[in-house]
């Protein structure tokens, strides 16, 4: 078996993974590269031809975040005939989020934020969604190239990160022997606001290919979930009673719901009082309904609890208005992206909102480095200013800025406990910084000694 990273691997960036496992050629997740323009966004899927006879009979797609979906229309485009699986719920979400996109990247062109042109139109992937292949969890597929049946099974496993979230198990044979790959993709094993924690194939496998995310976040070890919600409502409280605005940046798909769900939660049980205005925009509304519709068919902790049941206001178009809502007195403002990239509403918020000593900007979830929100972390810390934006300079941080580990992801320790469960021989670490793979691949080696801990980087073909 032979395993290619096809995105850039110094960092978290866009997820993307060839393996030619005999005949058949299949691709793992087929994301973009959310710190990046254009072009640059892409995983470079030209090394896959340059494998001897490289090419894409499958593709399977783990979940609905724009790392790991966000190229899938490039990647059909180069390679039409390969089938593309992921779990239904998955298929929804990206009928919505992939046009989402496509017009995104056309606006951004149409207005001149960016020179280049989208990577892919609504056209192209009207003619492609209908061709993708839905599955349910534990409900094994074949996966082998065409004419080879049954020489590849793939069955999907609930990774307990965001709705419609897989990690995959591919089983087949090399050598006269059977053998077993697993695919964490982005993993939870513990149980968020709203989705139960992941589930895991009962059997050891020979490959596991492991995120690391969490590698090199010491802090996340030593709390718990139940801790963190009671530290995120305690902010809340705080701020509302000093009659400041607390400014959650989140990613809309996933943290977004899970968010609201807690401030439901501190809401009925009179921590936070019900007059509070929870503002949302976007595509949340949409997403929200998805998570609603699929509450009775993929895993819930609570199948009554409806997102959309969470009382919310729409955030006003305009910047004047939109600051005002930031001086009204006490509100919590749920807004994207959670790295606060330029031009979106958590960025534009936030530059309103740092100096006011009333404010908040309550961070909930992962943000790589160099990221706005990493930076108005380090500034907080080291009462420092921070440049949030271009376009703007360096500003004071008066509002209190806040971490909490709400995220999707499991923390480091969980990581090495699932390895340890599944007792590869072999582990490919994948989706981390360089940080949070050299912790890993140390505590690998101590938990697991016989095995073998890989490293790879792009284009670089690993014999497994
Ligand atoms: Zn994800
Ligand atoms: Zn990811």
Not at 78 to 96: D, G, I, N, R, Y
Not at 293 to 307: E, Q, S, W, Y
Not at 420 to 429: A, G, M, N, S, Y
Request: hydrophobic share 35%; with cysteine; aromatic share 6%.
């Amino acid at each position: 078996m032979q395993f290619l990273t096809l995105g850039a691997t110094d960092d978290v960036g866009a997820s993307s993974h060839f393996l030619q496992l005999g005949d058949t050629g299949l691709v793992l997740d087929a994301g973009a590269n959310p710190s990046e323009e254009g072009p640059d966004r892409v995983p470079d899927y030209d090394l896959i031809r340059r494998q001897d006879d490289g090419y894409v009979d499958h593709a399977l797609i783990t979940h609905a975040h724009h790392d790991h979906f966000g190229t899938l229309p490039v990647l059909v485009d180069e390679f039409p005939h390969a089938k593309v699986h992921m779990t239904t719920a998955t298929h929804q979400l990206l009928e919505f989020l992939l046009p989402a996109s496509a017009r995104l990247q056309q606006k951004r062109k149409d207005e001149g934020s960016t020179t280049h042109d989208p990577l892919f139109s609504e056209d192209d992937i009207e003619l492609q969604s209908s061709l993708y292949l839905d599955h349910e969890l534990r409900a094994p597929f074949d996966a082998s190239e065409v004419g080879d049946d049954a020489a590849v099974e793939a069955e999907f496993f609930d990774a307990g990160h965001i709705l419609g979230s897989a990690g995959a198990l591919l089983r087949f044979e090399e050598d006269g022997r059977e053998r077993r790959l697993f695919y964490t993709s982005d993993t939870r094993t513990e149980a968020q606001s709203i989705l139960p924690g992941g589930s895991y194939p009962d059997e050891p496998v020979d490959v596991l290919i492991l995120e690391s995310t969490g590698g090199a976040d010491p802090e996340a070890e030593e709390t718990n979930r139940a801790l963190e919600e009671e530290r995120f409502c305690a902010a809340l409280k705080r701020t509302m009673a000093r009659g400041g605005a607390a400014l959650v940046p989140v990613f809309v798909m996933g943290r977004a719901q899970e968010v609201l769900a807690l401030i439901d939660r501190f809401k009925r049980r009179g921590d936070l009082s019900d007059d509070v205005p929870v503002y949302t925009a976007g595509s949340m509304r949409a997403i929200a309904g998805l998570y609603d519709d699929t509450r009775l068919t993929t895993p819930r902790l609570n199948p009554g609890f409806k997102v959309f049941d969470v009382d919310q206001t729409d955030l006003p178009y305009g910047r004047d208005k939109l600051k005002r809502t930031l001086e009204q007195g006490p509100a919590i403002h749920v807004v994207s992206s959670g790295m606060m990239f330029g031009k979106t509403l958590s960025n534009r918020l936030a530059r309103d909102l740092i100096g006011d000593p009333d404010g908040a900007v309550l961070r909930v979830g992962y943000a790589v480095e160099d990221s706005p929100a990493r930076r108005l972390t380090n500034a907080a810390e080291n009462g420092k200013r921070v440049t949030l934006d271009e376009d703007s300079g360096p500003q004071p941080i008066r509002a209190d800025v806040e971490r909490f580990r709400l995220s999707g992801h499991s923390h480091r320790r969980q990581l090495l406990d699932l390895a340890e469960r599944l007792r590869p021989d072999k582990i490919v670490l994948v989706h981390g910084e360089t940080e949070a793979k050299d912790w890993m691949q140390t505590h690998l080696r101590e938990r697991l000694p016989a095995a073998e801990v890989w490293r790879p980087r792009q284009g670089e073909p690993l014999e497994l």
